[in-house]
């Protein structure tokens, strides 16, 4: 990492740095603590407080706001004010929205003093705001189909700013094979690279000196688990016909529930626990108590190009694993189980309750430090090297 050590990197974010750590975070976490980081969080709209009531403090930050985190302090975290909706929608309202967001981010550069930054973003949308923003390179580290996101967009003004946005990077990376053969034609450099875990974190659940929490303790077992943010591409119908085929289980959801997601039908059933987002560092004790881990997404689109980050988390820990029919998970199919209908999940639930053993255990685990964000962001920073004079 010699060439990129010192540099300045604007990471422009889809997601916010906390509560929930995905690839961004990972990522930008793991560059060289020489660089100084700037990680701008994505805003929200002025409708958005309509739909999530905590928003409604953010909605009020009218100034943006710029903050260095106590643990890393090589990286600042950007809170931008509020922008206009319909971004996704509206090209000419997208281009607004971007103009209005680089007053900031050039305001927060200034005052870090930040010049000819490798620029990484991970919005179509950032289309409109690089050919503005000076930078030494431009990555576009592409996570998901962002065109088959439900919600207030249009399909083909995504994929058009997506298309223009590929065409300026210098490097684009791609967490999905249906993302690469989507998507190949549009860029100059294009590299396949999935998600990953923190291998070493999600290992602590299969370490005897890890404590089990109270919480799963208490449970009636099997524990059958799911970690993650219960967004709309999650198969609830699927969690609930599981939890009616298994009574005497407990199923167990951890991780917040996305704005407009009814849980009310699955909550209502006697052996669902809904325990809400818990902090990363503790999820290895919760873990611990899971007899199957599942991978619940509905299968559309969106989950055809996407990799589950959570899938290699659960292979940390060398749990067995319960996944729909997903291309980010057939390579795996020796040892987790993979099932293609509703009756085959539920009948791949009981199997992996039965017939799991240590060494398939053992062989997840090592399955799962071939995966790591290590060695995925040093083949990122190998690539950007290549670039670099």
């Not at 407080?49 to 903050?67: C, E, I, N």
């Not at 967009?153 to 298309?163: A, F, G, P, S």
């Not at 659940?205 to 404590?211: F, H, K, L, S, V």
Request: glycine residues 6%; contains cysteine; aromatic residues 8%.
């Amino acid at each position: 990492m010699d060439k990129i050590s010192g540099r300045a990197v604007v990471c422009i974010s889809s997601i916010d740095w906390d509560p929930l750590w995905t690839r961004k975070q990972q990522v930008m976490s793991r560059l060289p603590a020489s660089c100084t980081i700037l990680y701008v969080e994505p805003p929200i709209t002025l409708l958005s407080p309509l739909k999530d009531r905590a928003l409604r403090r953010r909605w009020l930050s009218w100034r943006g706001q710029l903050r260095r985190l106590p643990d890393r302090e090589n990286i600042y975290l950007l809170t931008p004010p509020p922008v206009l909706p319909f971004g996704n929608k509206f090209r000419p309202v997208n281009r607004i929205n971007q103009r209005w967001l680089l007053l900031f981010i050039r305001r927060a550069m200034r005052r870090l003093g930040l010049k000819q930054p490798l620029l990484w973003v991970y919005l179509p949308g950032s289309v409109d705001l690089v050919d503005a923003l000076p930078h030494e390179l431009l990555i576009y580290d592409c996570v998901d189909e962002h065109s088959a996101y439900s919600g207030l967009i249009n399909r083909r003004v995504v994929l058009e700013m997506e298309r223009e946005l590929m065409g300026r990077c210098d490097l684009v990376f791609v967490t999905a094979p249906g993302l690469y053969e989507a998507k190949k034609d549009w860029a100059r450099r294009i590299y396949y690279l999935p998600n990953a875990a923190d291998v070493a974190h999600f290992s602590r659940a299969a370490a005897p000196d890890t404590p089990l929490t109270p919480e799963i303790k208490a449970l009636p077992c099997p524990v059958l688990g799911f970690v993650g943010a219960i967004q709309d591409w999650i198969d609830l119908d699927l969690l609930a016909r599981t939890a009616r085929a298994y009574p005497q289980a407990s199923l167990v959801l951890i991780g917040p529930v996305g704005a407009g997601v009814d849980v009310g039908p699955l909550a209502a059933l006697p052996n669902v626990h809904l325990l809400g987002r818990r902090d990363k560092e503790v999820l290895p004790s919760y873990m611990k108590g899971f007899d199957v881990c599942l991978n619940p997404f509905k299968i559309n689109e969106l989950t055809d190009r996407v990799s589950p980050l959570k899938f290699y988390e659960y292979l940390a820990t060398g749990k067995p694993v319960v996944s729909v029919d997903m291309p980010g998970v057939r390579d795996f199919a020796g040892v987790i189980e993979i099932a293609a209908t509703p009756e085959e999940f539920v009948a791949a639930v009981g199997r992996a309750l039965e017939q799991d053993t240590p060494q398939r255990r053992q062989q997840r685990r090592e399955l799962a430090r071939q995966h790591s964000w290590d060695s995925r962001v040093q083949f990122m920073v190998e690539k950007i090297e290549e670039l670099l004079r």
